[in-house]
């Protein structure tokens, strides 16, 4: 079974503060991925990693910073909050072996409230 | 820009009826298209999954239906019951090694009994 954690689940913020969202994958999976799902939005990706030291940007990156200093874990962090980012973040993991087959796993999300 | 399109964004059906999801994309360059299903409250998780040198594939109640040249494809759920209750995402990505997917903004399927 696929293994995904993040921490914390809940946080609340203030504008103009740092935060950071932390996802730990058991899976030994190649990739990881952060998105925000916001009502009427979907799920949209803000930032993925191929591999310890890599990462690249989604299609929302802006705000966003990404730090992948293992296998295991993935960060991500929001230098300056603003109530904009106040969403639901979830991190994935995904074998990356670019097999159609290429299943993402969901950790179970962080709620954001940035004041 | 939306490259993936969902509608309708809510549907209700009674318990035995086929519920029908549709989505559409943008991107011809997508190959590999899986459908995600979310719980209240919990995570996305992999429903079932479509490539389009298919135009169907089937698991158990669940079946999509492909249409490559309309680029459209649609969920069918038969025989519903409430614990499908549930949004279900449609996404596509182009099967590199990134694995990126993008989704649609989903649908929230209400079975009642």
């Known amino acids: 079974e696929a293994a995904v954690t993040q921490s914390p689940r809940n946080k609340v913020a203030v504008t103009g503060g740092k935060v950071t969202l932390s996802c730990n994958q058991t899976?030994?999976?190649?990739?990881m991925y952060w998105y925000r799902q916001d009502t009427g939005h979907g799920l949209r990706l803000i930032h993925y990693?191929?591999?310890?030291?890599?990462?690249e940007k989604g299609d929302i990156p802006d705000g966003y910073k990404a730090s992948r200093p293992s296998q295991e874990n993935f960060s991500l962090i929001l230098e300056l909050a603003t109530p904009s980012q106040t969403s639901v973040y979830f991190c994935?993991?995904?074998?990356?072996?670019?097999?159609?087959?290429?299943?993402?796993?969901f950790g179970p999300g962080t709620r954001l409230l940035v004041l | 820009q939306q490259q993936v399109r969902q509608s309708p964004q809510s549907l209700t059906v009674w318990e035995g009826e086929t519920a029908i999801l549709n989505c559409s994309y943008e991107d011809s360059t997508f190959d590999y298209f899986p459908w995600y299903w979310q719980f209240p409250r919990e995570s996305p998780a992999l429903l079932i999954a479509?490539?389009?040198?298919?135009n169907k594939k089937e698991d158990g109640r669940f079946t999509i239906f492909f249409n490559k040249r309309e680029k459209k494809l649609s969920l069918h759920i038969t025989d519903s019951q409430p614990g499908d209750s549930a949004t279900y995402f449609c996404a596509a990505n182009t099967g590199g090694l990134s694995g990126k997917l993008t989704f649609g903004e989903g649908t929230q399927v209400t079975v009642i009994s």
């Open positions: 479509i490539r389009p040198v298919s």
């Open positions: 990693s191929y591999g310890a030291g890599s990462t």
């Open positions: 899976n030994n999976h190649n990739n």
């Open positions: 994935a993991s995904g074998e990356g072996l670019g097999g159609f087959q290429d299943t993402q796993y």
